[in-house]
Nanobody
Framework: QVQLVESGGGLVQAGGSLRLSCAAS????????MAWYRQAPGLQRELVVS???????????YYADSVQGRCTISRDNEKNTVTLELNSLKPEDTATYYC?????????WGRGAQVTVWS
């Protein structure tokens, strides 16, 4: 099991940027698949972006259409963090953002970080 703690949410003006970090309780070098999901009020949780280990040391990223071109995910094995950066924010980006980890089929979630985009 890995504990995940998100940080960096808050109130952001439309057009601005946000940076969310997810700190893991153990080395993320051992976690092949990590992702960010979000859930807006009244809606289902949806995948925002994922980063998955492929062959060797290569990673594959997937971005939801809604954030394509304005979202970046990165891993820092030294800090055991996964960071989400989202630019050109829109009110529809308002949601609780959750960090996710899949370790050999075992899934763990953070408690979430609230992001509210105002215009």
């Amino acid at each position: 099991q890995v504990q995940l703690v998100e940080s960096g949410g808050g109130l952001v003006q439309a057009g601005g940027s946000l940076r969310l970090s997810c700190a893991a309780s153990r080395p993320i070098s051992s976690i092949d698949h990590m992702a960010w999901y979000r859930q807006a009020p009244g809606l289902q949780r949806e995948l925002v972006v994922s980063i998955r280990r492929g062959f060797g040391s290569d990673f594959t990223t997937y971005y939801a259409d809604s954030v394509q071109g304005r979202c970046t995910i990165s891993r820092d094995n030294e800090k055991n963090t996964v960071t989400l950066e989202l630019n050109s924010l829109k009110p529809e980006d308002t949601a609780t953002y959750y960090c996710f980890a899949d370790t050999d089929g075992r899934t763990d979630w953070g408690r979430g970080a609230q992001v509210t985009v105002w215009s």
